[in-house]
């Protein structure tokens, strides 16, 4: 089974700053790594899939990068909207298709 | 519009027995694998387990492989959780889910079990 592991399990930080959340799976993934946003009382929604494409709809202050085993979600200039709970899932043909534990974005 | 819409929230003792469902509409049900997740209140997201709707092909997670079971019909464009008896354990929001090409993703909006004497 592919462990993920998300850092840091919270951060905080104010609106315009830059947040960077990292995903690390236990081995390689090559690309097939989704990141998810959710807020309280919401069904999770697709931010990121395949390591680096944004899901329809998300915009552009949003990017994924990496490949392999270390994956990175950057939010920039963040928004009010975007403070919420972050999960990454591995999505590659092996299941169990796990999730990462989840980072917090929280307003400092 | 593709829609995933599952069934209402349950209230169930420990020991019972309980099926779930999940209607998917707006897509051609058989072309695309439906999954099963579970949200304990306040925790993160566990895959549980998919279903191709196809040919009812099933991959479970290790930790929930006989504890729950999932199934399909597609002649309805249906698929199901059941458990056959009920632990205050599994009291959780469960969620179904189906990924498109093209990073589409589409949840259904939840379905609250909750477990208790």
């Known amino acids: 089974e592919i462990v993920l592991t998300q850092s840091p399990a919270t951060l905080s930080l104010s609106p315009g700053e830059t947040a960077t959340l990292s995903c690390r799976a236990s081995?390689?993934?090559?690309?097939?790594l989704a990141w998810y946003q959710q807020k309280p009382g919401q069904a999770p929604r697709l931010v990121i899939y395949e390591a680096s494409k944004r899901a329809p709809g998300i915009p552009a202050r949003f990017s994924g990068s990496g490949s392999g085993t270390a994956f990175t979600l950057t939010i920039t200039s963040l928004e009010p909207e975007d403070f919420a709970v972050y999960y990454c899932?591995?999505?590659?043909?092996?299941?169990?298709?796990?999730f990462g534990g989840g980072t917090k974005v929280e307003i400092k | 519009e593709v829609q995933l819409v599952q069934s209402g929230a349950e209230v169930k003792k420990p020991g019972e027995s309980l099926s779930i469902s999940c209607k998917g509409s707006g897509y051609s049900f058989t072309d695309y694998w439906i999954n099963w997740v579970r949200q304990v209140p306040g925790k993160g997201l566990e895959w549980m387990g998919r279903?191709?709707?196809?040919?009812?092909?099933?991959n479970y997670s290790p930790a929930f492989q006989g504890h729950v079971t999932i199934s399909a019909d597609k002649s309805i464009t249906t698929v199901y959780l059941h458990w056959s008896s009920l632990k205050a354990s599994d009291s959780a929001m469960y969620y179904c889910t189906t990924a498109h090409p093209g990073g589409f993703d589409y949840w259904g909006q939840g379905s609250l079990v909750t477990v208790s004497s």
């Open positions: 081995q390689s993934i090559d690309y097939y």
């Open positions: 899932q591995q999505r590659t043909i092996r299941p169990p298709l796990t």
């Open positions: 279903i191709d709707p196809s040919d009812s092909r099933i």
